[in-house]
């Protein structure tokens, strides 16, 4: 596409539902990242992927935080078992290789856990 | 690890003004990128300028430039005649060089307002 496409733009749960954000990133970008910006906050890195694997997962913040990127295109991020901690908005960002550090971001998809 | 740093959370110009945003970080690397991302409302994160740390010159684009000062890690944002669409939320970012995985960096961000 021509952006970075994110889905849903804004979700509302509760409290230890379970949530999947999706991430349809610029065609042809092999690279693909998940940053969680928290009110007042910058973006937090959360997890790289290359192609379909996981390259970097140092971002979770624990195991109920999960992402798939099953064919190198889209992924999901999937929270299970939400908290009220949780809310923020997690933005999708690709690029074409790892070279330049030039990101294109999403507009991002704002999670509240009332 | 790597830090960075920008100490004005909010702050103020007028229209047709310039005006400079601050950043510092922290990194032992000698190559690597900084940037300054712009989040407008609609929250997209939109590149405005980019440097490379081998390069001493400074990086330009229209009315944006940057003051970059390797040693005392210091990358400044100048906004000349600056613009009412220039109100948004500016974010300084640092990546290493050639790294494993190109993993952006981010400062707390600087609330620019412009009034008219």
């Known amino acids: 596409g021509a952006g970075v496409s994110q889905t849903p733009s804004n979700k509302v749960t509760e409290k230890g539902k379970y949530v999947e954000l999706r991430c349809d990133p610029i065609?042809?970008?092999?690279?693909l990242y998940w940053y969680r910006q928290s009110l007042g906050q910058g973006p937090e890195f959360l997890i790289y992927?290359?192609?379909?694997?996981?390259?970097?997962d140092s971002g979770l913040p624990n195991d109920r935080f999960f992402a798939v990127r099953p064919e190198g295109s889209v992924s999901t991020l999937k929270i299970q078992r939400t908290e009220r901690g949780d809310s923020a908005v997690y933005l999708c960002?690709?690029?074409?290789?790892?070279?330049?550090?030039?990101?294109?971001f999403g507009e991002g998809s704002r999670l509240t856990v009332l | 690890a790597q830090t960075v740093t920008q100490s004005q959370p909010e702050m103020s110009v007028q229209e047709a003004e310039t005006v400079t945003l601050s950043c510092t970080y922290d990194t032992s690397e000698s190559d690597y990128y900084l940037f300054w991302y712009k989040q407008p409302p609609s929250r997209q994160m939109i590149l405005v300028i980019r440097q490379e740390a081998y390069k001493q010159q400074n990086a330009t684009e229209n009315r944006f430039s940057v003051n970059f000062q390797k040693a005392a890690k210091s990358f400044s944002l100048k906004i000349s005649d600056s613009q009412l669409g220039d109100a948004a939320m500016y974010f300084c970012?640092?990546?290493?060089?050639?790294?494993?995985?190109?993993?952006?960096?981010f400062g707390t961000g600087t609330l620019l307002a412009v009034q008219p």
């Open positions: 960002a690709s690029s074409l290789s790892r070279g330049t550090g030039e990101l294109f």
């Open positions: 970012a640092y990546v290493k060089y050639g790294g494993a995985t190109n993993k952006l960096i």
């Open positions: 992927f290359q192609g379909t694997g996981a390259a970097d």
């Open positions: 065609s042809g970008h092999t690279a």
